[in-house]
């Protein structure tokens, strides 16, 4: 059974950073892209961030190019979204998903909620 | 890039049909085969519901099905049940290994 379990969300002052994490069981992990999706309170989904199964390529939405980073260990399972200068409109829960855009995301993990507030 | 348009919300009584419109244009949803669908039930992950415009994952039931007609994709949902109260939201490539999501659509059993 495919597991994603995100942590590393909480409360951050705006300008701050957070690194969240996605370990992930129940396929092989170097096999498969992964992706961050987030959802911001009482708002629809939005893509983040993707990244290949080699890690090898990253891709991120324009809104988060340069302030985000994306990236994964394999040896650990584990994905990583790297956040800074983070600011008020980026309080969301933040979603691990299995897959990228042309593979749609087939598997999500619970979600983290990140609050970016003074 | 632009959100992908979609009804705020659609009803329907227990057994009819509805259907969710998501409009996009020849840049993606039009120009592309990977086209989702996500069923997302309060305070829970989203599950897929369709790749590929059409094709159907294993667990969802027949009851839906999904469709495409130029630059507007839908998904349709027969025999209504409780269960399908949900939001459910649409996705696009749109080139470069981005994508797009529509706002999602609120759905009601009466």
């Known amino acids: 059974e495919v597991q994603l379990v995100e942590s590393g969300g909480g409360l951050v002052q705006p300008g701050g950073s957070l690194r969240l994490s996605c370990a992930a069981s129940?396929?092989?992990?170097?096999?498969?892209?992964m992706s961050w999706v987030r959802q911001a309170p009482g708002k629809g989904l939005e893509w983040v961030s993707s990244?290949?199964?080699?890690?090898?390529?990253?891709y991120h939405a324009d809104s988060m190019r340069g302030r985000f980073t994306i990236s994964r260990d394999n040896s650990k399972n584990t994905l990583y979204l790297q956040m800074n200068s983070l600011r008020a409109e980026d309080t969301a829960v933040y979603y691990c998903?299995?897959?990228?855009?042309?593979?749609?995301?087939?598997?999500w993990g619970q979600g983290t909620l990140v609050t970016v507030s003074s | 890039q632009s959100a992908l348009t979609q009804p705020p919300s659609a009803s329907g009584s227990p057994g009819q049909s509805v259907t969710i419109s998501c409009t996009g244009t020849?840049?993606?949803?039009?120009?592309?085969?990977?086209v989702s669908w996500y069923q997302q039930h309060p305070g829970k992950a989203p599950r897929l519901m369709f790749y590929?415009?059409?094709k159907r994952p294993s667990g969802v039931p027949d009851r839906f099905s999904g469709s495409r007609s130029g630059n507007t994709a839908s998904l349709t949902v027969s025999g209504l049940q409780a269960e399908d109260e949900a939001d459910y939201y649409c996705?696009?490539?749109?080139?470069?290994?981005?994508?797009?999501f529509g706002g999602g659509t609120k759905l009601t059993v009466l």
């Open positions: 998903a299995k897959g990228w855009a042309t593979t749609s995301f087939n598997n």
């Open positions: 129940g396929f092989t992990f170097s096999d498969y892209a």
């Open positions: 990244i290949s199964g080699r890690g090898d390529y990253t």
């Open positions: 020849s840049y993606d949803v039009g120009g592309y085969n990977f």
């Open positions: 590929e415009v059409f």
């Open positions: 996705s696009s490539y749109v080139g470069n290994n981005n994508l797009v």
